[in-house]
């Protein structure tokens, strides 16, 4: 199976700083590399698929980049709707393998 | 808008089988990859299995010996049957939709989820 680690774990910010969410593969996933949004009690939410591009209807501040095994998410301005646990996903090959998720708070 | 339902037991005796469904509403079942994935409590999640609306299949192996993911396309409803469970099934479970865009697979729409809890 394809491990994907996060980090940090978790983060705190305040509303209106630039977040960045590392995602590292234990091997190439080229870019076949998402990102969820959860919130507590809801189901996950796609924000980002193959890396980069972002899902119809998720707010430009969220953006993607990397292939092969680093990815970052980065938020470019967080709005107080954005605090929330965050996941990547590979979909390179099944199993398919979520990262253990980065819990964004404010600080 | 496509919207996905899970439903079934909420609570499973250890060693008996935990059933669940997924109705979809608001789109066709075709040439998508229908899914479950659970999520412990507290914890991260994990991909089960999905069904091609052709009928293929694909599980993850580490659960692969004991789940059963079937497609009712009449119904537009897919659904999972676990066997022997024990505590460490306890968990929410989604449905969810994958869809490829171009090369790209993701999952797209998720059902609310579903708590299943264990209990003797």
């Known amino acids: 199976d394809i491990q994907m680690t996060q980090s940090p774990s978790s983060l705190s910010a305040s509303a209106g700083d630039r977040v960045t969410i590392t995602c590292r593969a234990s091997?190439?996933?080229?870019?076949?590399l998402n990102w969820y949004q959860q919130k507590p009690g809801k189901a996950p939410k796609l924000l980002i698929y193959?890396?980069?591009s972002l899902q119809s209807g998720v707010p430009s501040r969220f953006s993607g980049s990397g292939s092969g095994t680093d990815f970052t998410l980065t938020i470019s301005s967080p709005q107080p709707e954005d605090f929330a646990t965050y996941y990547c996903q590979q979909t390179h090959s099944t199993p398919y393998t979520f990262g253990q998720g980065t819990k964004l708070e404010i600080k | 808008q496509v919207q996905l339902q899970e439903s079934g037991p909420g609570l499973v005796k250890p060693s008996e089988t935990l059933s669940l469904t997924c109705t979809v509403s608001?789109?066709?079942?075709?040439?998508?990859?229908w899914s479950w994935i659970r999520q412990p409590p507290g914890k991260g999640l994990e991909w089960i299995a999905y069904?091609?609306?052709?009928?293929?299949?694909n599980y993850n192996p580490s659960l692969k010996s004991r789940v059963t993911i079937s497609l009712d396309t009449s119904k537009n409803q897919f659904s999972l049957k676990l066997t022997s469970v024990t505590a460490a099934d306890t968990a929410v479970y989604y449905c969810?939709?994958?869809?490829?865009?171009?090369?790209?697979?993701?999952?797209?729409?998720w059902g609310q989820g579903t708590l299943v809890t264990l209990s003797s």
């Open positions: 969810s939709r994958g869809k490829y865009s171009g090369d790209w697979f993701y999952f797209d729409y």
């Open positions: 069904i091609y609306y052709s009928g293929s299949t």
């Open positions: 091997q190439t996933v080229s870019s076949y």
């Open positions: 608001g789109g066709s079942i075709g040439t998508y990859y």
């Open positions: 193959g890396a980069s």
